[in-house]
């Protein structure tokens, strides 16, 4: 079975750090893109950032909102994919979903998403 | 790229036809998706590269369109129809997806 299990929210103090962790499984993880998305408390859905596959060097893509402040990584060994998270604002707090896309081209929708993990960023 | 829904709520009873609009700020091809959320849960995605309905998903959903004006109906709704709808284009980065349209019961 295709799952993937976030963790690592919780409060963090503005202008502190995080790591999410989303554990993959019922697949090869190494062949696929994988995104992170987000949702603020009562709002919409926002792309957080992609993981292109191995075959693309896992390079990245990221919402303008977190470039510079967010880094996605993997580990290959673990079937896991990371979000840095650097220079928490307040207005990252949200419900942070991995997603895995149908398809690594144009066009791969996100069949797979986890059950997602709170980030909340207060003082 | 800019998706626009329409309209962003929406009540309707059991058995109604309704149409959901998406708006591309720009031609995105057919690289649009659909998903559906009920609260506290993860989205699920219901319609792919703007008609394609994802597996196990029922018929009465279907969804239109190409470059930037595309629809989601529900041909007969079900009680657990009732949840928030986005679109999502998937043409260009970053990925966008529009604001929502919450169905509610009338």
């Known amino acids: 079975e295709v799952q993937l299990v976030e963790s690592g929210g919780g409060l963090v103090q503005p202008g502190g750090s995080l790591r999410l962790s989303c554990a993959a499984s019922?697949?090869?993880?190494?062949?696929?893109?994988m995104d992170w998305v987000r949702q603020a408390p009562g709002k919409g859905l926002e792309w957080v950032g992609r993981?292109?596959?191995?075959?693309?060097?896992?390079?990245?893509e990221y919402a303008a909102s977190v470039k510079g402040r967010f880094t996605i990584s993997r580990d290959e060994s673990k079937n896991s994919l990371y979000l840095q998270m650097n220079s928490l604002k307040t207005d990252d707090t949200a419900v942070y979903y991995c997603?895995?896309?149908?398809?690594?081209?144009?066009?791969?929708?996100?069949?797979?998403w986890g059950l997602g993990t709170m980030v909340t960023v207060s003082s | 790229i800019q998706l626009t829904q329409s309209p962003s709520s929406l009540s309707a009873s059991v058995g109604d036809r309704v149409t959901i609009t998406c708006r591309a700020s720009?031609?995105?091809?057919?690289?649009l998706a659909w998903y559906q959320q009920k609260p506290g849960k993860a989205p699920k995605l219901l319609i792919y590269?703007?008609?394609t309905l994802q597996t196990g998903v029922p018929s009465r959903f279907s969804g239109s369109g190409s470059g930037t004006g595309f629809t989601l109906t529900i041909s007969s709704l079900q009680p657990e129809d009732f949840a928030t709808y986005y679109c999502?284009?998937?043409?260009?980065?970053?990925?966008?997806f529009g604001q929502g349209t919450k169905l509610e019961i009338k």
């Open positions: 997603a895995h896309p149908h398809s690594n081209n144009w066009g791969g929708a996100f069949d797979i």
């Open positions: 019922g697949f090869t993880f190494s062949d696929h893109y």
């Open positions: 590269e703007a008609s």
């Open positions: 993981s292109r596959n191995k075959a693309n060097s896992y390079t990245t």
């Open positions: 720009q031609g995105i091809s057919s690289y």
């Open positions: 999502q284009q998937l043409n260009d980065y970053p990925v966008t």
